[in-house]
């Protein structure tokens, strides 16, 4: 892979081009780097690639998008859908948690980080004022997992539950333990993320 200054000049001479020769925005955006972050996120779960490459992917995406972004139609902003993510209350791991998200906006979804530390009413808190149809939830320890099931709970007190789909992963997470939670999805790493958040929000 290539070192991260040169990825970001690269990838802004290949995008000045393309605009230059009349490509539109959208065009660039779906065809381009939306189709090229899915292919960065396989790799990085067939273990081809590592970080270190998917987080200099992700930065210069991140920064030809932003200038890609005034020239974008409305119809085109419109993203898969709003994602509200963070590592649960009690854990502070948060280098997954932003690989997850990187992997997410780049495959356009708007995703909202609320950091670590995050409690249940502040998950509540976050999918209501961003009306989000998921949440993305880490944890790496096995003393915070339990936290993810504090935040079901406290989602269905809110009576949010029946309108925002659940997704969880990190390292000592699994399916299993999903299901016995009650969220509706798990993901065993970034790469896959992606595509568990599509099914579940019902995204092509
Ligand atoms: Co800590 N730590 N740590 N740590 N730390 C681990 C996790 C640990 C396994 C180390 C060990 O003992 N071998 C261990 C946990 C044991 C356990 O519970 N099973 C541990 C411990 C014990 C602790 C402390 C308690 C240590 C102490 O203070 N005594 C403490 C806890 C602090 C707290 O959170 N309250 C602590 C602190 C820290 C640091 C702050 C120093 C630092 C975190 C810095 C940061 O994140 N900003 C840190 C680190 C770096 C690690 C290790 C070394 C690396 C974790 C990491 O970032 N991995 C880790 C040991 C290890 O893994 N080798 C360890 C890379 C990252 C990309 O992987 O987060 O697994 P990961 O994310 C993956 C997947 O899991 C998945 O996708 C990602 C990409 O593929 N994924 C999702 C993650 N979230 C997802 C969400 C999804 C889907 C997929 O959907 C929503």
Do not use: W
């Amino acid at each position: 892979m290539l070192a991260r200054a040169e990825a970001m000049t690269q990838t802004e001479e290949i995008v000045n081009k393309a605009m230059s020769d009349g490509v539109p925005a959208e065009e660039i955006l779906n065809n381009g780097f939306i189709a090229a972050m899915a292919i960065i996120g396989d790799k990085f779960s067939e273990g081809e690639i590592y970080i270190p490459d998917v987080l200099i992917a992700a930065r210069a995406m991140q920064a030809s998008v932003d200038k890609l972004r005034p020239h974008l139609s409305d119809e085109a902003r419109i993203d898969r859908g709003t994602v509200v993510i963070g590592t649960v209350k009690g854990d502070l791991h948060d280098i997954g948690k932003n690989l997850v998200k990187y992997m997410l906006q780049g495959s356009g979804f708007n995703v909202v980080d609320l950091g670590n530390d995050v409690s249940a009413e502040q998950f509540a808190e976050g999918v209501r004022a961003n009306d989000a149809g998921l949440i993305a939830m880490s944890a790496l320890l096995t003393t915070t997992m339990g936290s993810m099931k504090d935040i079901v709970d406290g989602l269905e007190e809110a009576g949010l539950r029946d309108s925002v789909k659940v997704m969880i992963g990190g390292a000592p997470v699994t399916q299993e333990y999903a299901d016995r939670i009650n969220a509706d999805g798990y993901a065993r790493d970034a790469g896959s993320a992606v595509h568990t958040a599509m099914e579940l929000l019902g995204v092509e």
